[in-house]
């Protein structure tokens, strides 16, 4: 026969059976684990994406308003130097003057200038000795992108013929300028 000798199972407390160490009891799906999991993965990143668009945007905003505002003070500028050199002139130097200040127009708006120069305001001055100084007390900005702008100009025009007492006009003008080759230009003239 053989030696083999049968082992017995162990015989298991009765008492212990029920007993479950709950530190030892085997995590169930959906649990605290899958939570830390979907915020690590999905909320973090979509939360950190978000911020950094709106970040961008920002920055491009302010970038976009400072553009804006350069622009003004530019063409607030532009529109008061311009229609100061397109309303002053004086009678021995009045082509000179007016024609030089045609280089501050662009489009229709120099045309017409400068017809309206040549046929009607030189020769009307050279004859009665018109001299007239324009001054711009005060300009503001209506509206200002990056390449046209619109400025609303109080000019006072002081006008003198011949030995006459010199007469003085105010008026309000709505100027629309555009930026051509890093100038601006006036494009309209509209008394307001």
């Known amino acids: 026969m053989s030696n083999l000798t ?5 015989e298991e407390d009765v008492a212990d059976a029920d007993v479950v160490d709950i530190d030892e009891a085997p995590a169930e799906p959906g649990t605290g684990s899958s939570w830390t999991r979907l915020l690590a993965c999905g909320v973090l990143p979509a939360l950190a994406l ?7 945007y920002l920055k491009w905003l302010d970038g976009s308003s400072r553009e804006s505002q350069t622009a003004a003070e530019q063409s607030v500028r532009a529109a008061t130097d311009d229609t100061i050199a397109i309303l002053s002139y004086r009678p021995d130097t009045v082509e000179r003057d007016l024609n030089g200040a045609a280089d501050r127009l662009t489009g229709g708006f120099r045309q017409q200038y400068t017809q309206l ?70 494009s309209q003239f509209d008394p307001v």
């Open 117 to 186: 120069v040549s046929d009607v305001v030189a020769p009307g001055a050279k004859q009665q000795h018109i001299s007239a100084v324009a001054t711009v007390p005060a300009a503001a900005s209506v509206s200002a992108t990056e390449n046209h702008a619109v400025v609303l100009v109080f000019i006072n025009q002081t006008t003198t013929i011949g030995s006459d007492a010199p007469t003085q006009t105010t008026s309000s003008v709505r100027i629309t300028l555009d930026k051509v080759r890093d100038r601006w230009l006036i």
């Open 6 to 10: 049968a082992i017995a199972p162990p």
């Open 50 to 56: 978000g911020v950094a668009v709106g970040d961008g």
